[in-house]
């Protein structure tokens, strides 16, 4: 692998129905011996590919900086949550369990958390090898197999995953991986013997999935897209809250679906919070993501570039005024000349009715709004068809959660932004989607609940 932007680098054959059939089949039989060992023989396993994850961190890293084109030091960090997220849901493998009640005449009843069966997981381009552990680890905890279908743009580094898997012990097709668009996705949702499917990506991708999982009264979890308000009030941390803005917007070259793109910002300290946020944006080096010193890498396609730089020449159209950033940009490096690069911007003189306030860009593009009243800016920030993430910066800690519990929001932070532990749920609200990924919440979504019902004595009948 060396990193050479627009180039290909590995061709890969898109599963059909045949071989989406075979890896279904693969993991169904795996199941059989999986879901029969004991939570603590899983979590065993899920430990080693744990350590194997941890052991490989650098190889894996550089692989999905050459797969998604984000630094390096990012990729390492998507690595680290990775093999956190194996160790968790080891460590929650072994004590799942159902509950036993006493009912009348010592009869009793007890529940028992069962696996769903063969789980379909569906991932999204911009955490490629970090999403496949989000959905992989709770379902193999709970004693489920998974098919995992990979973006197209990013099919790599979960092969990687996959022999991971393999190698720490799990049943052979245990973790099935196919590659493929769309009709390889609707091959998996259709599918007679997939019992779930955990879909990450796009609204109207996820609206269609909810649709064909639909026809076989199959569950699904969703996260989707968003267009999360960052508010910052006057009496914050300044410097912090700069950071913070920061983070919540040019992480991944802006392509996070959680980021707090529409930055609301009281107006007594619009001016000097404007001032500095440019300044730092002016400050990030882009270029060559293997190099340490790199803060931003390159966008993902020629496509998508495309589409970022359309909703920039639309806010200027439509009255926003493009404070730092927005053009192409052209490393030294001659090999990196191809790249999708863009310097990150900063759009001031927004307004809600604008579309590059209103959509999500899904790019390093931050929207500044200045705001007057709490009342105020909670009213605007919840007035989008989005509820997937927020963010309240103020040093007022009854105010942050007053504010925090009144936004309609999956997951809010206090002071901090695009903190992702895998001990707390992650999802959305509203057409953000539903169900949750990360913490003891995900185990609800990979598992089922058997009831059953002892009497004691003889059966009175009533006939």
């Not at 009843?109 to 769903?116: A, F, I």
């Given at each position: 692998f060396k990193m050479f932007p627009g180039r290909v680098i590995c061709k890969v054959l898109c599963s059909g129905e045949k071989e989406v059939d075979l890896a279904v089949q693969s993991a169904k039989a795996a199941f059989r011996i999986w879901s029969q060992m004991s939570g603590m023989e899983r979590s065993r396993?899920?430990?080693?590919?744990?350590?194997?994850?941890?052991?490989?961190r650098e190889e894996i890293a550089t692989m999905e900086t050459i797969n998604n084109g984000k630094s390096i030091f990012e990729a390492r960090v998507d690595i680290d949550i990775s093999w956190q997220c194996l160790e968790y849901y080891a460590g929650l493998a072994g004590s799942l369990a159902g509950e036993h009640i006493q009912l009348p005449g010592g009869?009793?009843?007890?529940?028992?958390?069962?696996?769903?069966?063969?789980?379909?997981?569906?991932?999204?381009?911009?955490?490629?090898?970090?999403?496949?552990?989000w959905k992989s680890a709770p379902a193999l905890a709970c004693g489920n197999a998974m098919v995992f279908k990979p973006s197209p743009f990013t099919p790599v580094s979960v092969v990687k995953l996959a022999e991971i898997f393999t190698e720490a012990g799990v049943p052979?097709?245990?973790?099935?991986?196919?590659?493929?668009?769309?009709?390889?996705?609707?091959?998996?949702?259709?599918?007679?013997?997939?019992?779930?499917?955990?879909?990450t990506g796009s609204v109207p991708t996820g609206i269609k999935i909810m649709e064909m999982a639909a026809k076989g009264i199959k569950p699904v979890t969703l996260e989707l897209g968003g267009k999360s308000p960052l508010i910052i009030f006057s009496d914050c941390a300044l410097e912090n809250a700069v950071n913070g803005a920061l983070m919540a917007n040019f992480l991944?070259?802006?392509?996070?679906?959680?980021?707090?793109?529409?930055?609301?910002?009281?107006r007594k300290i619009l001016d000097a919070f404007t001032k500095e946020v440019v300044k730092r944006t002016q400050k990030i080096k882009i270029g060559d993501p293997l190099l340490e010193g790199t803060q931003m890498g390159a966008l993902i396609n020629q496509p998508h570039l495309d589409r970022v730089q359309g909703f920039i020449k639309q806010a200027k159209e439509q009255g926003a005024e493009v404070l730092c950033g927005g053009d192409l940009y052209v490393p030294d490096d001659p090999k990196l000349k191809n790249g999708y690069y863009m310097q990150p911007c900063v759009l001031g003189n927004c307004t809600d009715d604008m579309t590059c306030v209103k959509e999500e860009i899904f790019g390093p593009v931050m929207s500044i709004l200045p705001f007057d009243t709490e009342e105020e800016v909670v009213e605007r920030a919840n007035a989008?068809?989005?509820?997937?993430a927020g963010g309240v910066f103020t040093r007022d800690i009854q105010k942050a959660h007053?504010?925090?519990?009144?936004?309609?929001?999956?997951?809010?932070?206090?002071?901090?932004?695009?903190?992702s532990p895998v001990e707390l749920p992650f999802g959305g609200y509203k057409a953000s989607g539903f169900g949750r990924e990360n913490g003891r919440a995900a185990i609800e979504y990979y598992s089922q609940l058997k009831t059953v019902c002892v009497e004691m004595g003889d059966v009175e009948s009533v006939f």
């Open positions: 396993v899920l430990l080693e590919a744990a350590r194997i994850i941890r052991e490989q009869s009793f009843g007890y529940t028992r958390r069962e696996p769903l069966g063969v789980c379909v997981g569906i991932g999204a381009w911009n955490y490629p090898f970090q999403i496949a552990c052979k097709g245990l973790f099935n991986v196919v590659q493929g668009g769309a009709a390889t996705g609707q091959f998996l949702c259709h599918h007679p013997d997939v019992a779930k499917i955990s879909f991944t070259q802006g392509e996070v679906c959680c980021n707090g793109t529409r930055v609301f910002v009281e989008t068809k989005f509820g997937l007053r504010v925090v519990a009144a936004l309609k929001a999956g997951m809010c932070f206090i002071n901090n932004y695009n903190l």
